[in-house]
């Protein structure tokens, strides 16, 4: 499975894996071993939160992490959230399976 086959929400389910863990497990390093660990427990959440950030849904290109609420008849835009979305909030493609054009069978 290539990296562009690879669902979106996949794609965050797993950072937001890595980042959690990382700074759980150099966190405890720092406090155990060395304190040189700490740069790892903040370095790699930061990359994985920036990586996050950065993803873009493949049919309109707009950044899956922002987003847009209308709140008392006013629209309010924001980064982020600790939610996994499962469609882009610009065009509405789901990003629960993967951009898989390339991947259909056809019968002969």
């Not at 304190?35 to 899956?64: D, E, M, W, Y």
Request: contains cysteine; glycine residues 10%.
């Amino acid at each position: 499975m290539s990296q562009q086959n690879v669902p979106i929400r996949k794609k965050i389910i797993i950072l937001f894996v890595v980042a959690v863990a990382n700074a759980l497990g150099s966190g405890l390093a720092a406090i155990y071993f060395h304190p040189l660990f700490l740069a790892l427990a903040l370095g790699i959440p930061v990359i994985c939160g920036l990586l996050i950030v950065s993803l873009k849904c493949p049919r309109c290109g707009h950044p899956v992490a922002k987003r847009t609420r209308r709140v008392f008849g006013v629209d309010w835009t924001y980064w982020g959230g600790f939610t996994f979305p499962s469609r882009c909030d610009n065009c509405g493609q789901t990003f629960l399976e993967g951009n898989r054009t390339s991947d259909v069978i056809t019968s002969r």
